[in-house]
């Protein structure tokens, strides 16, 4: 378990290190790029994926699984987020 929690944060770590190096080349890039968190749609769309992921991973490789369903639904809603901030 425990190497399962070091490989989803060294992940979440590498997210929020590409954030900064974009966010220092071209300031304000950092909160597009995760504008998709208060985008409603997205974050209902996430959670759909990561709770219908952590049930069967829970139910086939136990609470290991768990951790990446809330990784995999994070990274759908930032995926499925639109990005705009303007509207």
Known sequence: MAI???????????????????????????????ASLTDRRAVATG???????GLLGWAAAGPAAAAWAVLAGLLV???TGSGDTDA
């Open 47 to 53: 959670a759909a994926v990561g709770l219908a992921l």
């Open 77 to 79: 809603a930032f995926v």
């Open 4 to 34: 399962t929690l070091l490989s989803i944060a060294i992940v979440i770590a590498a997210l929020v290190i590409k954030t900064a190096v974009a966010e220092i080349r071209v300031p304000g890039s950092g909160r597009r790029q995760w």
